[in-house]
T-cell receptor, first 113, second 115 residues
Framework: AQSVSQHNHHVILSEAASLELGCNYS??????LFWYVQYPGQHLQLLLK??????LVKGIKGFEAEFIKSKFSFNLRKPSVQWSDTAEYFC???????????FGAGTRLTVKP | NAGVTQTPKFQVLKTGQSMTLQCAQD?????MSWYRQDPGMGLRLIHY???????DQGEVPNGYNVSRSTTEDFPLRLLSAAPSQTSVYFC??????????????FGSGTQLSVL
């Protein structure tokens, strides 16, 4: 069955630390990849997406993600986190030209000031 | 521009009751969907639609019905509520690009408790 795995459930970092959140998927075929973020008390919103082209994609607020096809991974990175990055982060995957989009369980990030 | 509007924000039901969660969007998006969010399980897709008159099942469709009579509205019906349906429900919409939803816009959620 198609699935999306986020192995880190809760990550705690100090400000200025580097961040990498893992995302792996088990789909075969061409995929569309997304990271969504849910800040406390706010709606889920798109952070970045990959459809095709350069496997290193840049999103809002200094986040980036790298698609590694051979590893079925789409890890999220940020070189230096801020307290305002405290949120829950969700990886999502859909097959190309398909709208059945599946989310991972989410990773809660807490950044200590 | 209201975006995606969900009502109600909170609801308590008794086992066996039925109800409809409302979702409306004013962005003329073809794609609409319903997710439920449970602790430790992320968001799970219930049903989705790529246009008026077209609906399809997601990962956890049992116990839920949907219809899409207009582009704007996508109500979710619980036929006979069960405690296992206690969850937070999110509606989302997206424009389609080459047949694929390219960016989901989420509503604020409905917190449902079934006793």
């Amino acid at each position: 069955a198609q699935s999306v795995s986020q192995h880190n459930h809760h990550v705690i970092l100090s400000e200025a630390a580097s961040l990498e959140l893992g995302c792996n998927y088990s789909y075969g075929g061409t995929v569309n990849l997304f990271w969504y973020v849910q800040y406390p008390g706010q709606h889920l919103q798109l952070l970045l997406k990959y459809f095709s082209g350069d496997p290193l994609v840049k999103g809002i607020k200094g986040f980036e993600a790298e698609f590694i096809k051979s590893k079925f991974s789409f890890n999220l990175r940020k070189p230096s986190v801020q307290w305002s990055d405290t949120a829950e982060y969700f990886c999502a995957v859909s097959l190309y030209n398909n709208n059945d989009m599946r989310f991972g369980a989410g990773t809660r990030l807490t950044v200590k000031p | 521009n209201a975006g995606v509007t969900q009502t109600p924000k909170f609801q308590v039901l008794k086992t066996g009751q039925s109800m409809t969660l409302q979702c409306a969007q004013d962005m003329n998006h073809e794609y609409m969907s319903w997710y439920r969010q449970d602790p430790g399980m992320g968001l799970r897709l219930i049903h989705y639609s790529v246009g008026a008159g077209i609906t399809d099942q997601g990962e956890v469709p049992n116990g839920y019905n949907v219809s899409r009579s207009t582009t704007e509205d996508f109500p979710l019906r619980l036929l006979s509520a069960a405690p296992s349906q206690t969850s937070v429900y999110f509606c989302a919409s997206s424009p389609l690009s080459q047949g694929t939803n390219e960016k989901l816009f989420f509503g604020s959620g409905t917190q449902l408790s079934v006793l």
